[in-house]
Antibody
Framework: EVQLVESGGGLVQPGGSLRLSCAAS????????MNWVRQAPGKGLEWVSY????????YYADSVKGRFTISRDNAKNSLYLQMNSLRAEDTAVYYC??????????????WGQGTLVTVSS | SSELTQDPAVSVALGQTVRITCQGD??????ASWYQQKPGQAPVLVIY???NRPSGIPDRFSGSSSGNTASLTITGAQAEDEADYYC???????????FGGGTKLTVL
């Protein structure tokens, strides 16, 4: 059974840092591309970042570029999101999601349960 | 970056058919995927590609696409289908993804 379990969320002051983790199991993690997606309270979904299976290709949303860093450790079946210079608008539930693609289609087939990040003084 | 536009809210009578639409330039290049999200839960993939359902998704869910518009159709809506629905596609630039704003479906 595919499982994605996020951890590392919590309360942090503006300007602070936090590192999120996503532990993957039930599939060959090193073969899959991964993403972080977030959802502010009462708001819609927002894509945050992508990393290829090897980690060689990385993309970020403009809203987090220069502040967040995505990474992975295939030996540990884990995905990470280092978040620096946090702002109030970064407050959200952060989900990790497995990425699949086909002909002209890209989709997130499995999601974790999410971890809440609250940026507040 | 591209945007995907969805109607904020749609309602349907129990057992009737409802279509939820998603518009955006990126849909001319990529198929949309659709996600169902119930309160307090993570999103669940319901439709991807031309019209594909993951295992476990009822066949009353279907997808279609034409030009810059993708549609999710629920034929014979059930009470348990009441949820928020989001469309998503890769951005036309190919280096980002975009979600629609979401449609809140109410089953009457």
């Amino acid at each position: 059974e595919v499982q994605l379990v996020e951890s590392g969320g919590g309360l942090v002051q503006p300007g602070g840092s936090l590192r999120l983790s996503c532990a993957a199991s039930g599939f060959t993690f090193s073969s899959y591309e991964m993403n972080w997606v977030r959802q502010a309270p009462g708001k819609g979904l927002e894509w945050v970042s992508y990393i290829s299976s090897s980690g060689s290709t990385i993309y970020y949303a403009d809203s987090v570029k220069g502040r967040f860093t995505i990474s992975r450790d295939n030996a540990k079946n884990s995905l990470y999101l280092q978040m620096n210079s946090l702002r109030a608008e970064d407050t959200a539930v952060y989900y990790c999601a497995r990425d699949l693609s086909g002909w002209s289609t890209y989709y997130f087939d499995y999601w974790g349960q999410g971890t809440l990040v609250t940026v507040s003084s | 970056s591209s945007e995907l536009t969805q109607d904020p809210a749609v309602s349907v009578a129990l057992g009737q058919t409802v279509r939820i639409t998603c518009q955006g330039d990126s849909l001319r290049s990529y198929y949309a995927s659709w996600y169902q999200q119930k309160p307090g839960q993570a999103p669940v993939l319901v439709i991807y590609g031309k019209n594909n359902r993951p295992s476990g998704i009822p066949d009353r869910f279907s997808g279609s696409s034409s030009g810059n518009t993708a549609s999710l159709t629920i034929t014979g809506a059930q009470a348990e289908d009441e949820a928020d629905y989001y469309c998503n596609s890769r951005d036309s630039s190919g280096n980002s993804w975009v979600f629609g704003g979401g449609t809140k479906l109410t089953v009457l």
